[in-house]
């Protein structure tokens, strides 16, 4: 695997997006910009809880947003507690961390919309929105109402099985475990 030249830029860009979105990016206009996004999703997912089909989806991420918000606070504090590598050796899962909320954000607005489409479409054929079996057949002839009901899919796999990997993330990150420094240079020439 460490032949492959492709595995070495990934991991070298990868690696110094992380260290610039922690370093850098979130603390950027003291952390205005970072507040904008998280109030953004937090807009989004406001209006996809009044949704009954979509309510459990909007949950979830905002636990997820919250878990964002929530450990990008633990680096600044880390860092105002003189513990500076805290952030920067963990700048890597927080990038994929914030990965996953923002498209799980991203993933359930685009939801959001189809499912108001799918109510459209719904009501015009005078089904109940929440009669999944006769919209599904409905999509059989109905290439809208097919697209509709896959994107509303898409969200919900996404949110209820890649998701969750957020949580285990921040495990990590909140472990404090700085073993990856601790290892001595010799052992790499092994």
Do not use: C
């Amino acid at each position: 695997m460490r032949d492959i030249k492709i595995a070495s830029i990934y991991e070298g860009t990868n690696g110094i997006q992380g260290l610039d979105l922690v370093g850098r990016k979130l603390g950027l206009k003291k952390g205005t910009y970072f507040m904008s996004l998280l109030g953004e999703m937090n807009a989004t997912i406001t209006k996809y809880q009044a949704n009954a089909a979509l309510k459990d989806l909007a949950d979830d991420v905002r636990q997820a947003v919250n878990t964002l918000a929530e450990t990008a606070m633990y680096f600044a504090e880390s860092s105002k507690a003189g513990k500076f590598l805290i952030p920067v050796g963990n700048a890597y899962p927080f990038l994929m961390l914030m990965s996953k909320v923002v498209m799980a954000w991203l993933l359930l607005w685009e939801a959001g919309v189809a499912r108001e489409k799918l109510d459209e479409i719904a009501a015009g054929k005078g089904i109940h929105p929440a009669d999944m079996q006769n919209l599904s057949v409905l999509a059989k002839e109905n290439t809208d109402t097919a697209f509709y009901i896959g994107k509303v899919a898409a969200a919900r796999y996404f949110i209820k099985h890649v998701l969750p990997e957020v949580d285990a993330a921040v495990k990590a990150v909140r472990s404090e475990d700085l073993s990856m420094i601790d290892i001595p240079e010799e052992s790499f020439a092994v």
